[in-house]
């Protein structure tokens, strides 16, 4: 009997790595197969929920104009089975009857057999949502205001006009500005006219002496911080009707409330030179209280609860204005006219206000904030909105040379929980965002 040679072992040893050989390059195919497939489904999901987030903006385009749009659909492309999205909107059931109204928009988008659902909540933007806004950067009597390197604001800050900087101030949150009434900006180009011509909206705004060494910053190095002017006009309102309309208690003369800590607040009327007591009414009742007065108001005290406050004429606080609990309590108080830090303009003494000041025709100002001598910190925790920018001391390079200098902190509650029945922009904003995921794919 004959052996096998080796040529019939290397034979069979070379089918056999063959056959590996060929089911590693199967499977090798497969996984880059399955790869490909996946790749191409995590694409298709990721347009899908581009096209969800699409079907958002549609509808904050359309109730911007139509509260009572409900629903619409549309495609991103031409092609029916590319990008599109279905988008319903139900509004809160007691929209009629509130400011701050409110939508739970529900979008779904599809790519090529893939859909994802995404979930909003959308809110009529309050003015509360601003740390510092300004119809105009002037005095009344007409001086530009600078904002000067001592300044720090943490929240978003807009005015209508424009804004002029000497130094360095720091801004911890979104700054913008419409430039309106601004010599050097051209709305047709979208120039400024500074130094040469700017395009970089980043530039659009006066310097004291130059953008090298006037320009805002960044506060503490914030990643929120940016600038850019030319942006769309916010318009204010120019009365306290709607407060007045939504009054759990309506007011009238000269009327000063003093809030206490117990959730109440003692409201008196003058009558010539004395005041006498009108009544306690609570002011932590839910959903929130809502006052108004015809005529001129005088507030201080610590506020305990979600108040609202308008009044026809000016409004004096005459003593620090504060929360009882500043995790929780929220205040907005909107004067026709100024609202007024009344001090001593000789006592140094550190004031608080807690709150949205908003000063619908006027300023938030200090009346002799030009006089005496310096009367130390004003420390702002919310906000102030006014027709015109008020001034509220005086500086000699950083020093103060009369008056206060600021302190402005963001209340970072307000986006979400504004003062009930408080003015809107008109714009909407969008106050949650969900992610349902995936509705399947092939």
């Known amino acids: ?77 031409a092609d029916a089975d590319q990008e599109a999205y279905s988008v319903t ?6 929209n009629a009857s509130r400011s701050e109204k409110l939508w739970r928009v529900t979008s779904v988008g599809s790519c090529e057999g893939a859909q994802r659902r995404v979930e909003a909540i959308l809110q009529l933007e309050s003015f509360a949502r601003f740390i510092f806004f300004t119809n105009r950067e002037f005095t009344t009597s007409g001086t530009p205001i600078y904002f000067f390197t001592q300044d720090r604001l943490d929240g978003p800050v807009h005015t209508n006009g424009y804004f002029s900087i000497s130094g360095h101030p720091r801004f911890a949150d979104r700054m913008t500005s419409a430039n309106s009434g601004d010599s050097l900006f051209n709305a047709t180009d979208f120039t400024y006219r500074q130094e040469g011509t700017q395009t970089d909206p980043a530039r659009f705004y006066h310097t004291h002496t130059g953008y090298g060494s006037d320009s805002p910053v960044a506060l503490d190095s914030s990643p929120r911080f940016s600038f850019a002017g030319g942006q769309n006009a ?62 001129e108001l005088y507030a201080s005290g610590t506020v305990k609860g979600r108040v609202t406050i308008g009044a026809t004429k000016t409004v004096h606080l005459n003593g620090d204005l504060v929360y009882a609990d500043p995790s929780r309590d929220v205040l907005g108080l909107v004067g026709q006219q100024d609202i007024l830090v009344e001090s001593s303009p000789n006592q140094r003494k550190d004031r608080y206000v807690h709150g949205v000041m908003m000063a619908l025709n006027g300023s938030f100002r200090v009346p002799d904030y ?41 209340d970072e509650k307000l986006p979400s929980t504004p003062p009930l029945n408080f003015p809107t922009t008109g714009n909407l904003q969008i106050q949650s965002l969900i992610d349902r995921g995936s509705l399947g794919g092939s």
């Open 89 to 94: 909107v139900v509004p809160a059931p007691d």
């Open 370 to 410: 030009n006089s005496g001598s310096p009367r130390g910190v004003l420390h702002v925790f919310g906000g102030i909105v006014q027709s015109a920018r008020g001034a509220i001391g005086t500086f000699s390079g950083n020093a103060v040379s009369t008056g206060y200098s600021k302190n402005y902190i963001y």
């Open 1 to 77: 009997m004959r052996k096998p040679g080796p040529g019939g072992f290397v034979l069979a040893l070379t089918l056999f790595l063959i056959l590996i050989l060929s089911l590693v390059a199967f499977g090798a195919l497969s996984l880059a197969t399955l790869d490909t497939r996946s790749a191409r489904q995590d694409y298709a999901g990721a347009r899908a929920l581009y096209a969800a987030r699409a079907g958002v903006s549609r509808a904050m385009d359309e109730l911007a104009s139509n509260y009572a749009w409900s629903s619409g659909s549309g495609l991103l492309t």
């Open 234 to 295: 916010i318009t204010m309102p120019l009365d306290t009707g709607q407060i007045k309309n939504m009054a759990d208690h309506a007011y009238s003369g000269t009327i000063e409330f003093q809030f206490r800590d117990n959730g109440t607040v003692l409201v008196r009327r003058r009558t010539g030179n004395s005041w006498r007591n009108v009544e306690t009414i609570p002011s932590d009742t839910l959903p929130g209280v809502t006052l108004h007065v015809n005529g």
